[in-house]
C-alpha cells in the first residue's frame, strides 16, 4: 500500500491565481482530513470529511474548498491564493474504529508571493 | 487557555540519556492520546497511541496518560541520533460520544528534539 500520497510536493503560487491540492489515500479509510502546519504554531485543521460527499469546516477554513467524491480522493481547492496561504499541507486519513489515529501523507509546501 | 499545551523546545541531550517529552490539557472528554514524531520536511508518523489512562511500553518509548492531571509523557531511553525530530501530542474525545467534530484530533505545537553522537 502506498498509504497517504500528495501532488505536488512544492508550489509556487502568485497572488490571486488558483490551485488544487491533491490527496488520495489506498486504505480504504472513510475519514480525510486536511491541515496547514506554519513554524512553531502546529497543525491546524482546514477541513475534514466523514466519507464521500459529506465535508465539514475545520479551524481554519476561510480560502479554502473540498470535495469528496469517493472515499479515496480529498483536493483541497485554493481559489484566490493569498501570502497567508504560504504553509504546508498535510492530507491524513483515519479509519472509524474509534481509536482516532490518523495516517499522513508527505505534505505539499506551497508558497504565494 | 489553550486546549492542548506542550513545550515546542528546541530540547537537546546527548546520545545514551532519557528524554521526557511532556503535554498539558484542559479538556477532559480527552480519551484518545497520541504521539507523533516528525522528520524535517516529512509527515507526521504515529510513534505511539493510548487509550484513557495508564502507560504503554514499546521498546524504547513509553507513553504515560494521567487523566486526573490531564497531563501525558513520552519518554525515550537510550537516546539516539536518529531520534531527533519534532513530537507532537495529539488527543481526542473520540467521534462516539458528542458528535463529529469532537473525534478531531487537537495536537501540540511540537517539541523539537536533538540528540548528539
Known amino acids: 500500500n502506498a498509504g497517504v500520497t500528495q501532488t505536488p510536493k512544492f508550489r509556487i503560487l502568485k497572488i490571486g491565481q488558483s490551485m488544487t491540492l491533491q490527496c488520495t489515500q489506498d486504505m480504504n479509510h472513510n475519514y480525510m482530513y486536511w491541515y496547514r502546519q506554519d513554524p512553531g504554531m502546529g497543525l491546524k485543521l482546514i477541513y475534514y470529511s466523514v466519507g464521500a460527499g459529506i465535508t465539514d469546516k475545520g479551524e481554519v477554513p476561510n480560502g479554502y474548498n473540498v470535495s469528496r467524491s469517493t472515499t479515496e480522493d480529498f483536493p483541497l481547492r485554493l481559489e484566490l491564493a493569498a501570502p497567508s496561504q504560504t504553509s504546508v499541507y498535510f492530507c491524513?486519513?483515519?479509519?472509524?474504529?474509534?481509536?482516532?489515529?490518523?495516517?499522513f501523507g508527505p505534505g505539499t509546501r506551497l508558497l504565494v508571493l | 487557555q489553550k486546549e492542548v499545551e506542550q513545550d515546542p523546545g528546541p530540547l537537546s541531550v546527548p546520545e545514551g540519556a532519557i528524554v521526557s517529552l511532556n503535554c498539558t490539557y484542559s479538556n477532559s472528554a480527552f480519551q484518545y492520546f497520541m504521539w507523533y514524531r516528525q522528520y524535517s520536511r516529512k509527515g507526521p508518523e504515529l510513534l505511539m497511541y493510548?487509550?484513557?489512562?495508564g502507560n504503554k511500553e514499546d521498546g524504547r518509548f513509553t507513553a504515560q496518560v494521567d487523566k486526573s492531571s490531564k497531563y501525558i509523557s513520552l519518554f525515550i531511553r537510550d537516546s539516539q541520533p536518529s531520534d531527533s525530530a519534532t513530537y507532537l501530542c495529539?488527543?481526542?474525545?473520540?467521534?462516539?460520544?458528542?458528535?463529529?467534530?469532537?473525534?478531531?484530533?487537537?495536537f501540540g505545537k511540537g517539541t523539537k528534539l536533538s540528540v548528539k553522537p
Open positions: 495529539a488527543m481526542s474525545a473520540g467521534r462516539g460520544n458528542y458528535g463529529g467534530s469532537q473525534g478531531n484530533l487537537i
Open positions: 493510548t487509550y484513557s489512562s
Open positions: 491524513a486519513s483515519s479509519t472509524p474504529d474509534g481509536r482516532e489515529t490518523q495516517y
